[in-house]
């Protein structure tokens, strides 16, 4: 008989015991712990919260490579509750008493499904919720936005990444100001700047991406433009990731017949290998809040190209960090990204204060301390 949930790691420390009676335990919820951006920055923040709170991460998928090995590495309490059937309405059950079992005083739900039991679960136990929106729309539609929407509006908070998603909450999903907590992305605080030199004028450019290769990210539409940008110059196109859209992506390069130009990396956590070759960092996304990998490459100092969503003006400064597309078409996207690579000033600048630029306006340490006076907040009362 398959359990409630399993179990991947319980710490030795015992947090129901006497810990609890000087620390307040938060539980996360996060629909898997595989690699992406919000599965990055719970790890982050969890691994990084002060002593007064002890964090339990819930996963609601058995993918939980690699933030889950990483989080019991570091002493953190890994769940898992996988959903056993397609409607298996017993999974709300378990999230119910596995908080209970836990003493959660804090439930913070990170992506759509997890949001939703987030909150239900957390109303049952009458305990605080706060919940998270990561772009600059919902992810889901119909009743299920809705739904979606009607708890958003009633989390005792909601943690969101960007200005535009703070505009979204306020007038389309009619959210209270005073319950919006607005905090960038966070950078991982070990690894600091990252040494890159700029490569000679010479050599052949590479451009590429990092991320989840999902229809939101439009990844077609930079193949295409990629495409024409080989017609003034030879070069390479990394694409690092995984996701629904792979097989179609490899397709599509292979129809174009520039398959040989073009380099699919499984995901690692280690990117900096990855971005380290890079000459620009594209993103051709329909949608975003701030991107964690566009974070993480300005950072090492590149530039990038993008279309102009979501908080991307936090980070690009045209012409010193990157530079826009003007629109969608393939021919205006090659024609921005050759401009990019061709400009030898963008490349120094970018270089010269990205990496600065990032440490002083991400980091943990900025994040934590909005954050915590909001959970401080909530055991308080």
């Known amino acids: 008989m398959m359990p409630r949930y399993v179990v991947v790691l319980i710490p030795t420390s015992d947090h129901r015991g006497k810990m609890k009676d000087h620390r307040h335990t938060i539980v996360y919820l996060i ?17 990084s919260l002060p002593g007064s709170f002890t964090p339990v991460v819930v996963s609601l998928s058995e993918n939980t ?45 990170f992506l759509d499904a997890a949001n939703g039991y987030a909150y239900v679960a957390a109303r049952m136990l009458r305990k605080p919720v706060i919940l998270s929106l990561r772009n600059e729309k919902l992810r889901v539609s ?19 990444n960007s200005n535009a998603g703070v505009k979204f909450l306020e007038t389309k999903v009619r ?17 600091g700047p990252c040494v890159r030199t700029l490569p000679p004028p010479d050599d052949p450019w590479t451009i590429g991406f990092v991320g989840r290769f999902a229809k939101q990210k439009r990844l077609h539409l930079l193949i295409n433009a990629f495409q024409r940008v080989l017609e003034h110059a030879p070069g390479r196109l990394l694409l690092m990731g995984s996701g629904s859209e792979h097989g179609a992506l490899v397709e599509q390069t292979q129809a174009l017949g520039i398959s ?35 974070i993480e490459a300005l950072s090492m100092g590149i530039p990038i190209v993008s279309t102009p969503v979501g908080d991307l003006r936090e980070l690009i400064i045209e012409g010193k960090t990157g530079y826009f597309f003007e629109d969608d078409s393939p021919e205006s996207m090659a024609k921005t990204i050759v401009d990019a690579l061709s ?5 120094e600048t970018a270089l ?6 990032i440490e002083e306006e991400f980091s943990i340490e900025r994040a934590l301390n909005r954050l915590i006076p909001v959970y401080s907040s909530l055991v308080s009362t």
């Open 175 to 191: 959210v209270a100001n005073d319950k919006i907590v607005y905090i960038r992305n966070w950078v991982d605080p070990e690894k």
């Open 343 to 347: 400009d030898r000033e963008l490349l």
């Open 65 to 109: 490579i690699p933030f889950g090995d990483h989080l019991t590495s570091k002493g953190i309490e890994v769940i898992v509750i996988p959903r056993r059937s397609h409607n298996d309405w017993s999974r709300l059950w378990r999230v119910t008493r596995l908080l209970r079992e836990n003493r959660a005083d804090i439930v913070h739900g």
């Open 260 to 294: 040989e130009h073009v380099e699919f990396i499984d995901p690692d956590l280690n990117i900096e290998t990855t971005l380290k070759r890079l000459h620009a960092f594209v993103i051709a996304s329909g949608f975003e809040g701030l991107p964690n990998a566009a």
């Open 142 to 160: 119909g009743a299920k936005a809705a739904v979606l929407s009607w708890m958003l509006r009633h989390s005792d908070g909601v943690l969101v």
């Open 31 to 47: 629909d898997s712990l595989s690699f992406g951006g919000a599965e990055k920055q719970l790890t982050l923040l969890a691994e």
């Open 352 to 357: 010269d204060i990205g990496p600065t630029f």
